[in-house]
């Protein structure tokens, strides 16, 4: 048997083996941290009732998912609609294999961080109101749907420039991913936390909305009083200054990058 199975697989069967991993790999890539992930366990959870009905012969139970099953057929397409237009849309920029942060080498991660303090030392010297986010494995492309794509390299005076009072893209936050500013103008999700302190506005608030829903980094600057801060996981450090800022970006970043080894090493 196990001769047969080792005479099957040949040198085809595996790059055939190899292109399905990395396809299925990336598109679950795009629809992680999506609203597309909880629509495919509610998928998974009716797969094992349909499983089950079968093992404990229940056959009403079992009638009613093969007709639910005939439905999702044609509902499915619909549903995953905003995902399977994404992942056309990236394959047809070339930009299917483009490398989330956790995918920069360190000196790629170092010039990014780099630019961003240079950026947020400006604005807070200003009291230019921003609100950075940084993606890191949990996707955000919902949100940057909601804003104008850019794809730009991360530069500190492009930041800024973003930001500055009554340009196009000032109102909103600039969403990174990897190297690049993906999107800016975007709208997040405000934080429901009733404990939240009555003199946070709209920026810290989205901010730790969309840190309660994905692992990004934000980097706010508050309008009023330049002060510098960062949420993360749904909490906010306030009160921070340039130094202060890089190395706790350093620390998320750079510090888990060295730690991280990625199942696939491409290039974009």
Known sequence: MWQQALELLNLRSLVDILIVAIVIYKLMM???GTRAVQLIKGLFVLLMAS????IFGLKVVGWILDQLSTVLVVALPIVFQPE???ALERLGRGKFFARPMSMLNEEALIKVVDQIVRSVKVLSKENIGALIMLEREIGVNDFIETGTKIDGIVSAEFLVNIFIPKSPLHDGAVIIRGDRIAAAGCFLPLSENPNLSKEL???HRAALGLTEQSDA???????ETGTISVAEEGRLTRYLDENTLKEILYKRLITKQQNFTPLFNWRS
């Open 201 to 203: 506005g709209t920026r």
């Open 51 to 54: 499983l089950a009905s079968e």
């Open 217 to 223: 980094i934000a980097i706010i600057v508050s309008e």
């Open 84 to 86: 399977l237009r994404r």
């Open 30 to 32: 795009i629809i992680k």
